[in-house]
């Protein structure tokens, strides 16, 4: 009896070592895989619309009174009143300027990429590399961005105009975020003709800077 006892428990205890090497191998297994097969990258956190006013003056978003501060959601409705400009911001992927007696409606998605369909008035789009902004009229696409590198565009559409008015700066100068470069028209058609003009500084840039 003692020799079978004796057995057994030598065959417990070989079995006991055994799962502890099991477990410790496993253990040692799991430190050292790289992390990065374990926790995959979370995405980045959806881009917000934030607005600014000139002296914290109101605008209307979707009918209601909206300040300096206050987020503004994809589809809203949003119009400056006279003598008030205001610059929504995505963040990172760029800004909206928005001159006064402007009326449009501003969509976006996750990444800060705009479509923005303007009623009347003018507005900026300043986008970073690989954002698109997309600005429309009643006529259709005015103009859009260009994905490949920071591109800046403003386009015009005044009460009774024919057409949209289309402007891209010239130069890469900037102080601020606001270009102090003409501007020239890329396309004004107006009775089958195309005029060109120059336009002065950014008409937004009295807008608080970031």
């Given at each position: 009896?003692?020799?079978?006892?004796?057995?057994?428990?030598?065959?417990?205890?070989?079995?006991?070592?055994?799962?502890?090497?099991?477990?410790i191998t496993t253990v040692n297994v799991g430190i050292s895989a790289p992390s990065g097969s374990l926790l995959p990258e979370p995405p980045p956190p959806p881009v917000k619309a934030i607005l600014r006013t000139?002296?914290?003056?109101?605008?209307?978003?979707?009918?209601?009174?909206?300040?300096?501060?206050?987020?503004?959601?994809?589809?809203?409705?949003i119009e400056t009143p006279d003598q008030v400009s205001?610059?929504?911001?995505?963040?990172?992927?760029?800004d909206l300027e928005i001159e006064p007696n402007t009326v449009l409606k501003l969509e976006y998605d996750e990444n800060g990429n705009m479509k923005v369909t303007l009623v009347r008035g003018c507005v900026t789009a300043r986008t970073k590399k690989n954002i698109v902004a997309?600005?429309?009229?009643?006529?259709?696409?005015?103009?859009?961005?260009?994905?490949?590198?920071?591109?800046?565009?403003?386009?015009?559409?005044?009460?009774?105009?024919?057409?949209?008015?289309?402007?891209?700066?010239?130069?890469?100068?900037?102080?601020?975020?606001?270009?102090?470069?003409?501007?020239?028209?890329?396309?004004?058609i107006t009775g089958g003709t195309i005029p060109f003009a120059f336009r002065g500084g950014?008409?937004?840039?009295?807008?608080?800077?970031?």
């Open positions: 009896m003692k020799n079978k006892s004796t057995y057994i428990r030598a065959r417990l205890s070989g079995a006991a070592a055994s799962v502890l090497v099991f477990a000139v002296d914290n003056r109101p605008i209307t978003v979707n009918g209601a009174n909206a300040i300096s501060g206050a987020t503004v959601l994809t589809g809203s409705m205001a610059v929504i911001s995505l963040g990172s992927a760029g997309e600005i429309s009229t009643e006529q259709g696409v005015a103009a859009t961005t260009e994905p490949k590198k920071k591109k800046n565009v403003t386009v015009c559409y005044p009460p009774g105009s024919s057409a949209p008015i289309v402007t891209f700066p010239l130069g890469a100068a900037a102080v601020g975020g606001h270009s102090f470069v003409p501007f020239l028209v890329a396309a004004i950014n008409p937004s840039a009295a807008a608080p800077s970031p």
